[in-house]
């Protein structure tokens, strides 16, 4: 997906809404790219990126990804394109909110320089329970 990234100057940009079936491997990959002029964001030479996801803005967080835990990857710094890899194990965590009005929050920032924060995404997700069930829920 080519989603909508900023630059410092430039406020949170939205995307589409996330999607994680409960308790399997979640990988979505994304592209930063340039409000204005559609550029990729280059994120070469970052000290990390941090996400978190929670149940409202400032409610209480269900999961952080970073780069050091790998759950946030970098796929290809130059181009701007990120990875969200979750395990099962992970995922199996996250209480499901399909049926929910509100859904989920989650945001991405990067930290070029220490201690210095720049918003790149945005976004709702929901938690949908999985049909089939091999970890032993029925």
């Known amino acids: 997906a080519r989603l909508q990234g900023l630059t410092m100057a430039v406020v949170f940009a939205p995307i589409p809404s996330i999607r994680i079936v409960r308790g399997t491997y979640w990988s979505d990959d994304v592209q930063l790219v340039d409000k204005a002029s559609g550029d990729p964001i280059n994120l070469t030479g970052i000290l990390d990126l941090t996400a978190r996801i929670r149940q409202s803005i400032n409610g209480e967080i269900l999961l952080s990804m970073e780069l050091a835990d790998t759950r946030l990857v970098l796929v290809n710094a130059a181009q701007g394109r990120i990875g969200f890899r979750c395990p099962s194990a992970v995922t199996l965590l ?3 909110n399909e049926n929910r009005k509100a859904k989920y929050v989650y945001d991405v920032v990067i930290e070029r ?10 976004g709702k997700l929901t938690v949908t329970a999985s049909i089939t069930r091999p970890w032993g829920v029925t």
Not at 113 to 122: H, L, S, V
């Open 113 to 122: 320089t220490a201690g210095e924060y720049e918003p790149a995404i945005t």
């Open 94 to 96: 996250l209480p499901e």
